[in-house]
């Protein structure tokens, strides 16, 4: 019996993808600034990827267990496989790249992952994005937040204060 692929629900995730970027978040933001610029985030993400299993989740329910099961189990391997991407992808100035067009899943995971280093707020979805932000803008209006500018020495080292927020 042929299954109609239309009728199949198109919504899962791959937990892996946002573990390792975080990931490499971390590891980039121990590298100096002429590693960091010599090394394409983009391709230390996928040669990582390539090298874990992939954890995909269709629910809530299944996103957070994957996300636990891959904290528990793979935790480490997760640190390496990002530890050896970085060593192994390096920019080669003689070769012409051209990046694949970014699909709105890999965007979204990416900018959710901003929100949550912006927001200071690890546990951040899709689903309650909305009232992280009009929490923050109401703390803001009432003084209670102090926003700098993104990329000070205090949120390159992920030194959130309380009532420090970065924009």
Request: some cysteine.
């Amino acid at each position: 019996m042929a299954t109609n692929q239309s009728n199949l629900a198109q919504t899962y995730c791959n937990v892996m993808e946002s573990l390792v970027v975080e990931e490499v978040e971390k590891q980039f933001q121990r590298l100096s600034a002429k590693v960091a610029n010599y090394v394409n985030k983009a391709e230390v993400i996928a040669f990582a990827l390539n090298r874990l299993p992939a954890l995909y989740a269709t629910s809530e329910k299944g996103l957070e267990q994957q996300r636990l099961r891959a904290h528990k189990e793979l935790h480490t391997q997760v640190i390496a496989a990002v530890r050896q991407a970085i060593a192994a992808v390096q920019r080669d100035p003689l070769r012409a790249v051209v990046p694949l067009k970014s699909s709105g899943d890999q965007e979204s995971q990416l900018g959710l992952q901003e929100l949550k280093e912006l927001l200071g707020q690890k546990e951040l979805s899709w689903r309650n994005v909305a009232d992280a932000v009009e929490n923050a803008l109401i703390r803001t209006a009432r003084g209670e937040v102090t926003w700098r500018k993104r990329g000070n020495a205090a949120a390159q080292r992920n030194e959130w204060q309380d009532s420090r927020y970065y924009l």
